[in-house]
């Protein structure tokens, strides 16, 4: 596998359900990201992990919840979504800002995520 | 604060035609960096260019060129000879030295008709 990858690519669960997402990235980097692009909308940044350790949070709901097991791993854990929550979500990888920031961001496929 | 703003929304062009996406962004950092990328139906975003901002040369990629401009905040993106294949929205954006984040313009919706 090379770059960023996603999985599921696609899911769809009902509001009482709990699911979640898987990030992996292959690129040696040390920084990832949490994006959710919705119709008609800017990407929206949730979550950042900078050698582990999450150093943003956008005000994201707890029904959200991050983790980042390793630098090379980032999970979302969703659990008694809202149908307003189905978007695309989007991952990300960088080499953070030890390397001085500005790092190039290489996002996987995303998972497009339908609550019913 | 900083921003990027992409004021067409949408575009459509005739196939082989050049057509330019507009960018202008706003900073008050000295340094910081430029972006642009492209998402295709598929909907992953691609990695096109980047450029920090001390270097104010014009690339070219093939089909693809970049104008970036200090005295106008712009970093315009021209595509020449355009093909139904580089239909997709494109994403402008910034990030500031020293911060991993990057912020996003609300991106242009290109169309090539063939």
């Known amino acids: 596998e090379t770059g960023v990858t996603q999985t599921p690519r696609h899911l769809v669960m009902g509001m009482t359900n709990k699911k979640s997402l898987k990030c992996e990235q292959h690129?040696?980097?040390?920084?990832m990201y949490w994006y959710k692009q919705s119709a008609k909308k800017p990407l929206e940044l949730m979550f950042v992990?900078?050698?582990?350790?999450?150093?943003e949070n956008n005000s994201v709901p707890s029904r959200f919840s991050p983790e980042c097991p390793n630098s090379s791993h980032l999970f979302l854990h969703l659990h008694t979504l809202q149908p307003e929550d189905s978007a695309l979500y989007l991952c990300?990888?960088?080499?953070?800002?030890?390397?001085?920031?500005?790092?190039?961001?290489?996002f996987g496929p995303g998972t497009r995520l339908t609550v019913l | 604060a900083q921003k990027v703003t992409q004021a067409q929304t949408e575009i459509s062009v005739v196939e082989k035609e050049d057509v330019t996406l507009d960018c202008v962004y706003e900073?008050?950092?000295?340094?910081?960096?430029l972006f642009w990328y492209k998402q295709p139906p598929s909907g992953e975003l691609v990695f096109l260019i980047r450029?920090?901002?001390?270097?104010?040369q014009n690339e070219i990629s093939g089909r693809y060129s970049w104008n970036f401009q200090k005295s106008t905040s712009s970093f315009n993106f021209t595509i020449t000879a355009s093909q139904v294949v580089d239909s997709a929205v494109y994403f402008c954006?910034?990030?500031?030295?020293?911060?991993?984040?990057?912020?996003f313009g609300k991106g242009t919706r290109l169309h090539i008709l063939p």
């Open positions: 990300a990888s960088s080499q953070g800002s030890t390397s001085g920031g500005g790092g190039t961001q290489y």
């Open positions: 690129l040696g980097h040390n920084a």
């Open positions: 992990y900078n050698f582990k350790e999450q150093t």
């Open positions: 900073t008050r950092d000295t340094t910081y960096y």
């Open positions: 450029r920090n901002s001390f270097d104010e």
């Open positions: 954006a910034l990030s500031e030295g020293g911060d991993d984040k990057i912020i």
